[in-house]
């Protein structure tokens, strides 16, 4: 069964400093990793994803993931923090092999990040 | 172009009552989710629609929870008998289907229900 954990509820970063965003993940087959945004009021928003080929993919905003699998994580980078970056982020997987109808997409329960200026 | 709409935007609902939950996904979409966020958790996997192909309900936590799509584009889901646990942020994604599984979602806004 797929599973994913961001293990930490809230990161509390200064503006200008490196963040990280964990999270690991469980499937049978390759990985599907996605990060996604909701800032406050707002719909989740899209930010990355790693589908197949470098491990290092970059995205919106200025942030990157790295895909590591002998340690199945995939945690979210950025090397300098702005407050605008507070935000609600989920890490999600999904499986590549079929099954039945579709793809399920399996969410983590989300990181609360906290810019300070 | 215009996103994913959902509506009503919020609910409050009585215990018991039904209410329905609608979404209209981006234009040409053929992949429609429905996702479920209570207060402090993460996103819960409710429903998936893959053109005309059968739905994945495997994540309807219950048999008061029902979804369809009707024309391949609007969406409803419907919960019977609402109950306080039920209260929480309703979230509609589509996509556009490309190789399996690597589509990226597109979410609307939600719904925020919430059951007296």
């Known amino acids: 069964a797929q599973s994913v954990a961001q293990p930490e509820d809230q990161v509390n970063v200064a503006e200008g400093n490196p963040l990280t965003v964990k999270c690991t993940y469980s499937v049978s087959g390759n990985p599907y990793l996605f990060w996604y945004v909701q800032y406050p009021n707002r719909g989740l928003q899209f930010l990355l994803k790693?589908?197949?080929?470098?491990?290092l993919v970059k995205g919106s905003y200025g942030f990157e993931a790295e895909f590591n699998k002998s340690q199945t994580s995939f945690h979210l980078k950025k090397p300098s923090a702005l407050v605008s970056d507070s935000a609600l982020y989920f890490c999600a997987v999904r499986d590549n092999r079929v099954r039945g109808g579709g793809f399920k997409t399996i969410f983590g329960a989300g990181t609360r990040l906290f810019v300070k200026a | 172009g215009a996103g994913v709409s959902q509506s009503p935007s919020n609910k409050v609902t009585e215990k018991g009552k039904d209410v329905e939950l609608r979404c209209d996904p981006i234009?040409?979409?053929?992949?429609l989710y429905w996702y479920r966020q209570s207060l402090g958790q993460g996103l819960e996997f409710l429903i998936y629609f893959q053109g005309n192909s059968a739905p994945d309900k495997s994540g309807l936590p219950s048999d008061r929870f029902s979804a369809e799509r009707t024309g391949g584009s609007v969406s409803t889901l419907t919960i019977q008998r609402t109950q306080q646990e039920d209260s929480a942020v309703y979230l509609c994604a589509s996509s556009q289907r490309r190789l399996a599984g690597q589509e990226t979602q597109y979410f609307g806004p939600g719904t925020r229900l919430l059951v007296l």
């Open positions: 234009s040409g979409h053929t992949a």
């Open positions: 790693y589908i197949t080929g470098d491990n």
